[in-house]
């Protein structure tokens, strides 16, 4: 859902494109990342791999939420049994995580992961790097570069700066050109978010490849989306991105939605249902829990009419507003909308016309009525 989706005629959802930094194409499964294709969420599981059932579950949870790849963490041999049965079970793309042992690599590559993420220059022993390039070329199994504060070499780069940063991951591509693999994506993270800026423009400069953008060790909650929210966004603003996580403690699926709403904001990839609301003020009835409304709606709208809007190329801006006053005026733009009124009443507007008063319990239903005419008459004229 790249398109510029229209909602009401007097309505634009964005402003104006976004030039990216052109990149290699580098296809995953069935997963582009990189060149024209659009930008990619992704995210990672956060239970054991021994855990089978309850992997697999969480995978099935994070792509309903909208991740196209999931990254599972591979720390043994006896892993890679686990991943062969998850493996049957999820078509989804899958990016093995592994660290330092070549071995791992083999063997998740031999167990149809579709990508693996690890750092050649930390393999050590160059016969072992080859084996694993000659696989990967092989099962056309792309690897991710991962660079972060964490894995510099100390002795090479014993200050942590932006330029160490982009070098290392410099080092670490060249090792793999050298062999002639090109299938590669790259992540240069840190926790600070201007150092993560200069470090992935400068790396740009030097190289085409995809690049995997976000923050390590971004916090939980409110302070993750904000930080995460800055740095994901300026990066894609400044043409730099092709694939996205949100690195977020707690479940991963809040990375997901947090993704997907960066994207939407940028006008990347509209998501099909905008709920616009308002923050309330003193003249919004104290009864009105404004909140619990805009959730009903949008979970509602967002199940019946997803699809439909996809297939459409539309986006469907829904306002759910404070009072009578931010309704039809400030919210003139929405395709629909409803305002508090008085005495337990909502006023239904749709394009900044009043249309009629409904109590709480219809709204819902009322709004998904407008919704469904409106979606009748894109239908027809499309």
Known sequence: MDAVFRGATNYRTRVMPISR???RPVKVRNLVIGGD????????TNVPLSNVEGTIAQITRLVEAGAELVRIAVVNEDALTHLREVRECIDTPLSADIHFNYKLALGAIESGIDKIRINPGNIGNPEHVRDVVRLAKERAVPIRIGVNG??????????????????????????LEDYGFEDIVVSIKTSDLHMTIEANTLFAKERNYPLHIGLT???????CIVQSAVLIGHLLLLGLGDTIRVSMTGDPVEEVRIARKILDALGVRPLPVRIISCPTCGRTDPEINLEKIACEVENALSEEFSDVLVKLRKQLVVAVMGC????PGEASHADVGVAGARSGNYLLFAGGRKIRTISRRE???AISDEVRMLVESWNSSS
């Open 217 to 223: 060790e971004a916090g939980y909650g409110t302070s």
């Open 324 to 327: 009578e006053v931010n309704g």
């Open 37 to 44: 294709s659009p930008i990619s969420i992704q995210s990672m």
């Open 363 to 365: 709204i819902v239903a």
């Open 21 to 23: 930094h052109k990149t």
């Open 150 to 175: 964490g894995s510099l070499d100390k002795k090479r780069y014993p200050e942590l700066t932006a330029e160490a940063l982009s070098h290392s991951a410099l080092d670490h591509v060249r090792i």
